[in-house]
Each structure stands twice: as C-alpha cells, then as structure tokens.
C-alpha cells in the first residue's frame, strides 16, 4: 500500500501549479470568453482552487496516477456541493494537463470529451512571476 501512496503523492507533485484555462467545455460547447478571461486553477498537494472573477471555489483532490487514463476525484469543500464526489480523468503532456470530470456524481468519464454532463479543462501553466 506505501507503493501506492507514494505513486499518488508523485501524481500530485506533477500536477501542482498555477494555471490558466486554455479550453473549458461543458456538454460539448465552449464556456463564454468572459468566463474564460477571469478563470485561474491552483493545485497545491491535495488542494485545488478554481478563481471565476473573484470568487474562489475550493476542493481537495484524490488522484489515481497507477490507472489509464489517470483518476482524478474532486471533492468541494464549500458551497451547495460540499459532501459531493465529481469523479474525473486526467492526463499531463507537453505542460498541459486535460481534465474531464463530471459534476454530479456518476460515472467516471471514459474520453478526454466533454459530452453530455462532462467538463473538460484544458490547463496551462501560468508563466511564473519574476
């Protein structure tokens, strides 16, 4: 089992960062660009927070790094979706890190789509501040 801790702790080192959202999709449609403009995503260890404008959503995550594709759950930690699992799947390449996961609790996705109830963020990380 320590195998598996310490595989899930180096998944969550390769995704922590700043990040801006390069692609958002919800139901196969684009998010409006004004959502887009304001949208920043931190994960730092198990925490992750989506910055919409100024209002801030927070989350732990669990991942999955052993599966394929990769398991990421996302767990709000305030709001009406405290208590709630949005299971999801996520791959790293070139610096950008895909994930689609659902936010309901149901399946976990199967493609690195966004139909139907999935959510698709294509993130990029965020030139670092000199």
């Known amino acids: 089992l320590a195998g598996v801790a310490l595989a899930d702790e180096k998944a969550l080192k390769e995704l922590e960062g700043s990040y801006v959202v390069t692609v958002l999709e919800k139901g196969g449609k684009a998010a409006p660009k004004e959502i887009m403009d ?7 260890g198990d925490a992750l927070t989506i910055t919409v404008g100024g209002d801030e959503k927070k989350a732990k995550i669990k991942v999955d790094g052993a599966k394929t594709p990769a398991t990421i759950d996302i767990l709000p930690s305030d709001g009406p ?5 949005f299971p999801g799947i996520y791959k790293v390449e070139k610096g950008e890190v895909t994930i689609v996961f659902h936010e309901k609790e149901s399946d976990r996705p199967k493609e690195f789509k966004s139909e139907g109830e999935g959510m698709l963020m294509k993130l990029k990380k965020a030139e670092e501040k000199k």
């Open 38 to 44: 304001g949208l920043k995503v931190s994960i730092k």
């Open 81 to 85: 979706e405290k208590g709630k699992t």
